[in-house]
């Protein structure tokens, strides 16, 4: 049985894992004050292809992975929501946003952010929050996303022109023209 890892590499580890650098989970897990990058990541390196850190990085992965797991259907009807979503949703019949709890799911789920002021009040009551900008995730990115998975592209590519600048397609082409010319 391989000891574990030390507290440092397992910071390494962790860092790894959250910011896909080698170099940046190093800088973030040793010190590097005095090190130059190349020799951050030559440390970087060596550190992750040794056989214990690399085990607990595949080891973090895998969690990760199954922590995470949403299928393909899940992420269609999450891309077809964001396509059909309605900002009308969003608000009551007095066009008044409404609370964030009072939205149905799927509105909730198509918010990409919020910008949100806290009014002071004068009294012992609560602040006021006022609620300035919503913004919710772009529908045109959904239906590129949408129509790159189910195929909407396809005839498109197949229609491309000929790439005059390959050969073989260039004297294709020429010869094409030089028999039109000859009708």
Do not use: W
């Amino acid at each position: 049985m391989s000891k574990p890892t030390t507290i440092k590499q397992e910071a390494f580890c962790q860092a790894y894992l959250r910011l896909g650098d080698k170099s940046a989970a190093y800088r973030e897990a040793y010190s590097c004050l005095k090190m130059k990058p190349e020799t951050i990541h030559a440390m970087a390196s060596k550190l992750s292809s040794d056989h214990k850190v690399a085990i607990r990085i595949e080891q973090l992965q895998k969690e990760a992975i199954e922590r995470n797991k949403a299928t393909l259907d899940e992420v269609l009807i999450v891309l077809a929501d964001i396509i059909r979503f309605d900002p009308a949703a969003m608000y009551d019949e007095n066009g008044t946003l409404l609370p964030i709890h009072k939205m149905p799911k799927k509105v909730r789920m198509c918010i990409q952010s919020f910008e949100v002021q806290e009014i002071p009040s004068f009294n012992d009551e609560q602040p006021e929050t006022l609620t300035k900008k919503v913004k919710h995730y772009d529908k045109l990115a959904g239906v590129e996303k949408l129509m790159k998975h189910l195929g909407g592209y396809e005839l498109d590519n197949k229609q491309k022109a000929t790439n005059i600048f390959q050969p073989d397609d260039r004297q294709i082409r020429l010869d094409k023209l030089t028999s039109k010319l000859k009708k």
